[in-house]
């Protein structure tokens, strides 16, 4: 799957254009994803000094991102003014999502499971399991 990954209020806190703290298990989830052969973009405001600053922070840790601020690594944006900045990526992992930013162990378990929102809230938060289908001789026979 090819992932977005936002670096403000995502990875780290909001410092901009300092570099926040990181976020808990942030960075170790995103490598998990990366481990699993997931391609991660990172996709962020910052240009420039700002951005390498934070690619580099990310490399530290031990993250390396599969593109940055674009679809795939030979991607050459300067080749058309009229480029739109529109990532064509499977998932976006975003603070500004609505409803916010869940904790990583939400995100990975979503990912991981393939698993909604709902679906991962449903098992964690309340301790219910999804109902299972049944197929047609199970609903015949009550069972």
């Known amino acids: 799957m090819l992932i977005a990954v936002d670096f403000d209020g995502t990875i780290v806190r909001h410092r901009y254009p300092e570099i926040g703290e990181e976020i808990p298990f942030a960075i170790d ?8 052969r997931h391609r991660l973009v990172l996709w962020t405001v910052r240009e420039g000094q700002l951005l390498d600053d934070a690619v580099e922070w ?3 840790r031990g993250l390396e991102f599969y593109a940055i601020n674009r679809d795939f690594p ?11 900045r529109k990532l064509k990526v499977d998932l976006w992992i975003d603070d500004r999502n609505v409803g916010g930013l869940p904790d990583w162990g939400m995100i990975y378990h979503m990912i991981h ?3 909604t929102y709902e679906e991962v809230m449903t098992e964690t938060l309340l301790g219910a399991q999804p109902e299972k289908k049944r197929n047609f001789w199970q609903r015949m026979t009550g069972r």
């Open 113 to 115: 499971d393939n698993k």
């Open 29 to 36: 989830t995103l490598k998990m994803l990366v481990e699993e």
């Open 58 to 60: 990310c490399r530290q």
């Open 74 to 84: 030979e991607e050459d944006i300067t080749l058309n003014e009229h480029f739109t």
